[in-house]
């Protein structure tokens, strides 16, 4: 069974920064397509960033110039790295994967990580 762990949340000033890291297992990590989501209490999940299995990515427009996903396949591991940190940047970050063959339907995700983001 797929398992996502998600890690490197806390706390940090506006415009510090921060690295998640999302480890995987039980999977082929390196065709997989992965994903970085966040979510806001009572608000539907937003897509952060996406890296496919050929390391095409794509950033939501409100991250975009900041935020950086990669991937390290030896590693099967995914990462964030999160520059200039803004208020509104405060949510829960989830991981996610699309197994190999399938739609995004069928994504597994991880438990999540608080990011919060202080004056």
Not at 46 to 65: C, F, H, M, N, P
Not at 71 to 80: H, P, T
Request: with cysteine.
């Amino acid at each position: 069974q797929v398992q996502l762990v998600e890690s490197g949340g806390g706390l940090v000033q506006a415009g510090g920064s921060l690295r998640l890291s999302c480890a995987a297992s039980g999977v082929i990590f390196s065709i997989n397509d992965m994903s970085w989501h966040r979510q806001v209490p009572g608000k539907q999940r937003e897509l952060v960033a996406v890296i496919t299995s050929q390391r095409r990515t794509d950033y939501a427009d409100s991250v975009k110039g900041r935020f950086t996903i990669s991937r390290d396949n030896a590693k099967n591991m995914v990462y964030l790295q999160m520059n200039s940190l803004k208020l509104e940047d405060t949510a829960v970050y989830y991981c996610a994967m699309r197994p190999y063959g399938t739609t995004w339907s069928r994504a597994s995700w991880g438990q999540g990580t608080q990011v919060t983001v202080s004056s």
